[in-house]
């Protein structure tokens, strides 16, 4: 198609017409003309008006046609005048952000080289309790909460956990301070609403982003790739609505909240599609419902902290006086663990002579290098006082196992545990390991055999102390449709028991 100002080829047929004789137009005949046009012009004018209002307060919109949900606040006169009135969530959710910041939260673990940021969160309840992702929290051991005005405070433990929905509520040892909660929000959002995410994007505390809900979607909305990576994520097919938002998160963000324009908690920020663009938050209705049922009293961190941070953590501390320090606790209980604190120290006991004997299981040689020896010293005296100990007590060998039962498949966690040896098994590279029954339990346990000189008969029973190697298991049996999964325990000490 031509452009309208070029006409185009002349048609021949206009080239040989001949030309017409011009018109004398009279004074009256021109005021007529410009009476009809005046009127047309009139006409046209009301259509218009009716059509596409004008009202002086659009000129204050941005040059993308939409107000930012953080727009800084006007302060008098003539900028008032030009502040968008179209959209009040965004003076609302501006005016809102002092407030907001009080109810935020950074969350750091503890290491070695002092305090690293792991994420947000945020405080739901005054007396301390703050919600975050539970794989935040899990990265730690030990952790503490700093607030936007620098107070800092240790977290205890968890008051509740939900590994379906990857959200975690902290209990927060604060002293008898009076903590300022955040506001739920448990009606899902209205799409295109006004959006704010506080939280600590690649270590830039504090940072506000804004943004609209895009869609409030349910599991089988969502991609194929994301309901996948969510079933990582929790270990399970999500069953819950995830809102989807453009708030701009990224790693820091996680478990930070969601605020709409009225500074209530729409939702627990999880993760993004870096193929989209878009992010997601858990409903704040699912983070009530967790709240509703917390524990009895706070669990570890180390409960559910992963294995790396279980193994930095056992790394950090793996000293010849902290080992010392377990061995005569153990000692003190008479090897009885009576309850879970009990045997956390018969576990620690457990990963920190594992770790004294194969350093180069955990790539721990050079982390440990300026007190091996004397850590390897410190373990030698104790795997010396086990064997020469009588565990001829049924009542203890019960209590020993029972709590080993819960724990045997907990990645890289301490193991200390008694066991019968069913049979010895050779791979199809030549390494020899052993099947071991949990005594009382119908358990296995696969234990390889680095040593050439252990040589255990089948039936002999043994006090094992070792670390689950990561959550590795082997599968094996008769029937490939239920077969028998034995995790595998790397276990240094090997204590004979007396027939």
């Known amino acids: ?55 002086p307060t ?17 302060a008098s006169g003539a900028s008032a005048a030009s502040k968008s009135h179209d959209n009040p969530t965004s003076t609302e959710a501006s005016a809102n952000l002092p407030a907001l910041l009080e109810s935020v939260v950074l969350i750091e673990a503890n290491s070695p080289a002092g305090r690293r940021v792991i994420g947000s969160g945020f405080v739901v309840d005054s007396s301390g309790l703050v919600a975050t992702c539970l794989h935040v929290a899990s990265e730690a051991t ?33 002293a008898g301070v009076e903590l300022r909660a955040a506001e739920l929000e448990l009606d899902p959002p209205a799409p295109l609403s006004a959006v ?27 991609s194929s790739d994301s309901r996948q990576f969510l079933k990582l994520l929790t270990g399970t097919e999500t069953a819950h609505s995830w ?17 709409d324009a009225a500074g209530r908690v729409i939702g627990v920020n999880t993760w993004v599609d870096r193929q989209t663009g878009f992010s997601y938050a858990l409903p704040s209705a699912e983070l009530a419902k ?89 373990a030698d005296q104790i795997v010396a006082g086990l064997r020469r100990e009588k565990w001829d007590d049924i009542g203890q060998i019960t209590l020993l196992n029972e709590q080993a039962s819960t724990r045997l498949f907990q990645p890289s966690s301490g193991v200390f545990a008694f066991v019968t040896l069913e049979r010895i098994v050779v791979g199809a590279d030549g390494k020899r390991a052993a099947i071991m029954q949990l005594a009382g339990f ?9 040593n050439p000189l252990q040589q255990p008969e089948p039936g002999s029973q043994w006090l094992l102390v070792g670390v689950n190697q990561r959550g590795q298991t082997v599968r094996y049996g008769d029937n490939p449709l239920q077969p028998t999964i034995a995790p595998i325990i790397v276990a240094p000490v090997l204590v004979p028991l007396e027939p």
């Open 1 to 55: 198609m031509k452009p309208q100002d070029d006409p185009g080829p002349v048609p021949a047929f206009a080239l040989a017409a001949p030309a017409k004789a011009k018109r004398r137009r009279s004074g009256v005949g021109w005021a007529l003309r410009l009476a009809s046009l005046a009127v047309a012009i009139v006409a046209l004018a009301v259509i218009a008006v009716q059509i596409f209002p004008w009202s």
């Open 58 to 74: 659009r000129r204050g919109r941005n040059s993308s046609g939409g107000a930012s949900a953080l727009a800084p606040k006007v």
């Open 142 to 174: 030990e952790a503490a909460v700093r607030f936007h005005d620098g107070r800092l405070f240790d977290v205890v433990g968890y008051a509740a956990v939900s590994r379906e929905h990857d959200l975690a509520v902290l209990v927060v040892k604060s």
């Open 196 to 222: 704010v995410a506080l939280g600590h994007p690649q270590g830039i505390a504090f940072a506000p982003s804004d943004g609209r809900v895009s869609l409030v979607l349910s599991p089988a909305e969502l």
């Open 243 to 259: 809102i989807q938002h453009t708030a701009r998160l990224s790693d820091g963000n996680s478990g930070g909240p969601l605020f």
């Open 290 to 378: 967790l709240l509703a049922s917390t524990f009895d009293e706070p669990q570890p961190l180390e409960q559910y902290a992963t294995a790396d941070a279980r193994q930095r953590a056992a790394i950090w501390n793996a000293t010849s006086e902290q080992l010392k320090q377990w061995h005569e606790q153990a000692k003190a209980m008479r090897w009885r663990p009576e309850s879970e604190a009990d045997y956390r120290v018969l576990q620690q006991l457990a990963w920190t002579l594992t770790l004294a004997h194969n350093p180069d299981v955990f790539a721990a040689r050079g982390a440990l290098a300026p007190h091996i020896d004397a850590l390897t010293r410190q």
């Open 442 to 450: 119908d358990q296995p346990l696969l234990v390889p055999l680095d």
